[in-house]
Each structure stands twice: as C-alpha cells, then as structure tokens.
C-alpha cells in the first residue's frame, strides 16, 4: 500500500519530503508532481524501480527515461554542452523543457539512446518537485504517469493513490497537477530540434 504525503505546494512540509526521499533511498517508486505533469520517479540505479515503471505505463525497451536534476550544476555533471546550448539552456531553466543531450560516463548505459549515446534531461520549476531534488542530492529517474490506453495524465494526487496503491511505494500530492508534459528540445547535433510541443514556450529558443 503506497505512502500518502499531503503537500503544500509551494512551501512543502520538510519532515514529510524527508520520508520520501528515505523511501526512494530504500529502493522505492513514487509519484510526485511536477511543472507540467505527474510524473513517476525512483533512483536512476533502480533498475527494479525502472522495471515497475515500464510495467505501470506498459512501455517497451525503447522508451527512453528522463533524468530530473535539482539545478544546472547537477545536470552538467550528465551530459555534455557546447557554450552555445549551455547558454540556451541555461536561460530556459528550470522549466517545464526536456533536452536530450550528449551522455557523460556518469549516466548509466541502460538509460542511453543506445544508437545516439543520449539522454534526456530536466530542470523543474516546482516547489515540491525541488525541494524532493535538493534532499535526495541526485537525479531522478522519471517517466510521465500516463496510464496505457488514456490519452492524458492522471491530476489529482488522491486518484493516483486510489489507482496505484499496490504498484507505488508513495504518493506526494499538492494540489492538481497539470496535464501537458514538457516541451521536448533535442540538442545532441548542437542544433536545435524540437521533438514534442508541450507546455514550455517555445518563444524562448526563437531566434
């Protein structure tokens, strides 16, 4: 039975992300908020953590994870970037953005486009979100909680605990939660090329 955390929003309660992040660290998978979805996340070396999520979402092999950092010194310790894309970058984080990005050795090889050696990335602009980051001191390997055969994410923290309560070691909910993932900006190439619309304004990468 999953572990409910009420959560207030924009000043979340320590004691409380403190027991989620002591779940994580135990090898658990959680549900948590984010700046455009609820997404899944457990330790980027929980390949059983991992394993349940492809179980949840129903994903194949192919699917590629998302590694969800606390701020750009964390993020630039996994992926490469020229100054041009840091700079780029750097103006549009945090933000509701995934960029996929060359891997450094410090990503592990089960999480890399296996043909392009690339990861993806993200800088969240959510309280809750970063305040679970910055206790954990690490990445968080994610994936949007997109139920198989629905068209759009669960957003309500109470449904997802009535929904996933046997497959989620913990629940955090602060509030509804938006529906439209991130927008998806692939810079392996050092040009820009955009994935998937989503809810981070394109405006900002517009020459």
């Known amino acids: 039975m999953a572990k409910y955390f009420d959560v207030h929003p924009e000043n979340p309660q320590r ?11 135990d090898g658990g998978l959680i549900a948590y908020p984010t700046d455009s979805c609820f997404a899944l996340g457990c330790l ?13 979402r129903q994903l194949d092999d192919r699917h590629h994870f998302t590694l969800v950092c606390h701020d750009f010194a964390q993020l630039g310790q996994l992926v490469y970037l020229s100054n041009t894309v840091f700079r ?8 509701s953005y995934t960029f996929i990005l060359p891997a450094t050795k410090e990503v592990p090889r089960r999480l890399l486009n296996a043909r392009k050696k690339t990861v993806g990335v993200r800088i969240p602009d959510h309280a809750v979100a970063q305040a679970l980051l910055a206790e954990l001191g690490e990445p968080l ?13 669960m957003t309500q923290g109470w449904e997802i605990k ?4 046997h ?4 629940v955090i909910d602060s509030g509804e939660c938006g529906t439209e993932p991130t927008t998806v900006i692939d810079f392996s190439n050092d040009e ?11 405006a ?3 020459s």
């Open 88 to 95: 780029a970058i750097k103006a549009a984080t945090p933000g």
């Open 167 to 170: 497959v989620v070691d913990a």
């Open 141 to 153: 390997l994610s994936s949007t909680l997109l139920l198989p055969g629905e068209d759009e994410p």
């Open 15 to 25: 004691r409380a992300i403190s027991q989620v992040v002591a779940i994580l660290l």
């Open 192 to 202: 820009l090329e955009i994935v998937r619309e989503g809810a981070g304004d394109l």
């Open 162 to 165: 009535e929904r996933l309560d």
């Open 204 to 206: 900002l990468f517009e």
């Open 44 to 56: 980027a070396g929980n390949k059983d953590g991992m394993e349940r999520i492809r179980q949840i």
